[in-house]
């Protein structure tokens, strides 16, 4: 990119929003502006010349992945609201990383985090939440995302006063996080020209907040939806909505022009593919991102496909099956 086109993108267009950088301070502010990189090697010779493909490298976070968007949206919001107060208890249920963004946004404000987590979450993200002093509550792993739910839901009511349960399933600040960042973050970096827009679903935040972004900016942006082809999967992080408890912010009515199953072992390949061709050394549902991404881009002739990797490979290094192969 010339210097003129760039200082054209940083000055004119538009970057996250004043309502998000209005709560900006110290670490927080360090949330989001991450890089969005061409993959050019993986596209050779699969995808026509004119069609680009773009990811949103979100393990540039400062808690290590997306959800520290949603997770300082979320908390900034229910301090403004007064809902979130001085030595009240931030309690939520998590796979993982909005544990961790919670643990590290809590920590640099001042709250202690509680933490409903499925047992079998990896070591990785277990060892960094201890690190960050978080009170983890281990529930069932055959109940998978949705028994940590349940277990946050039955601590929340036990003593109101006490904690604020971010419940980020239905908290529409987790959406609006991403309206107010990622959204305005792609449309500036590609200059308006995105065409087409994948991202994976697990609370749908990040697919909700980013596609009503980027139809607001023009409506022709086509929008895809990434979730496992089956309930049995090893896509960490994502929801087969199908057979799950349905994030209430999750409407894809009018905004998911395309929905797509991830098969894993596919994902997986592509994962390793990322690390060892394009230097990326990117997380699981990076991978299922990239093989809808490229399952979209495929079918076009010219066009500019954008896709989020949501957190990066240093999160699943105990688990050999993801890196050997
Ligand atoms: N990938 C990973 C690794 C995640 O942890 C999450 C959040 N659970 C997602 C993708 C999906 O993000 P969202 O909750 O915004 O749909």
């Known amino acids: 990119m010339d210097a003129a086109r760039r200082l054209d993108l940083l000055t004119s267009k538009p970057g996250p929003t004043d309502e998000w950088l209005a709560g900006c301070a110290g670490l927080i502010c360090r949330i989001g502006d991450?890089?969005?990189?061409r993959l050019k090697r993986i596209a050779e010779g699969v995808l026509?010349?004119?069609?680009?493909?773009?990811?949103k490298l979100e393990w540039f976070n400062p808690g290590g992945s997306v959800k520290d968007r949603a997770a300082a949206g979320i908390i900034l919001d229910a301090e403004r609201?007064?809902?979130l107060r001085p030595g009240m208890i931030?309690?939520?249920?998590?796979s993982g990383n909005t544990g961790i963004a919670y643990a590290m946004v809590g920590a640099a404000r001042g709250y202690k985090v509680k933490l409903c987590l499925p047992a079998n979450a990896n070591t990785e993200r277990k060892r960094i939440l201890s690190a960050y002093g978080v009170d983890v509550v281990f529930t069932d792993p055959l109940e998978g995302s949705d028994g940590a739910i349940l277990k946050a839901r039955e601590i929340a009511a036990s003593n109101p006063e006490l904690y604020f349960y971010c419940d980020q399933y239905s908290n529409e600040?987790?959406?609006?996080?991403?309206?107010h960042s990622t959204g305005p973050e792609i449309w500036r970096d590609t200059g308006g020209r995105i065409t087409h827009f994948v991202a994976t679903l697990g609370t749908s935040g990040t697919f909700m907040g980013t596609s009503r972004y980027l139809k607001a900016r023009n409506r022709d942006v086509h929008c895809t939806t990434v979730e496992p082809d089956s309930p049995f999967h090893g896509l960490e992080g994502l929801k087969h909505m199908e057979t799950a408890i349905v994030p209430p912010i999750y409407?894809?009515?009018?905004?998911a022009d395309l929905a797509l199953g991830a098969p894993?072992?596919?994902s997986l390949v592509l994962v390793r593919r990322l690390a060892r061709e394009e230097g990326l050394l990117a997380g699981i549902s990076s991978g299922a991102a990239l093989w809808a991404a490229i399952e979209v881009a495929k079918t076009l002739t010219q066009g500019v496909v954008v896709t989020i990797f949501p957190d990066g490979g240093n999160r699943y290094l105990s688990e050999p099956h993801v890196w050997e192969g």
Do not use: C, M, Y
């Not at 409407?251 to 905004?255: A, E, K, N």
């Open 81 to 83: 609201r007064g809902l």
């Open 90 to 94: 931030i309690l939520d249920s998590s």
């Open 264 to 266: 894993t072992e596919e």
């Open 48 to 55: 026509a010349p004119n069609v680009e493909l773009w990811a």
């Open 173 to 179: 600040a987790n959406w609006k996080a991403h309206f």
């Open 34 to 37: 991450t890089p969005l990189v």
């Open 251 to 255: 409407q894809p009515d009018g905004l």
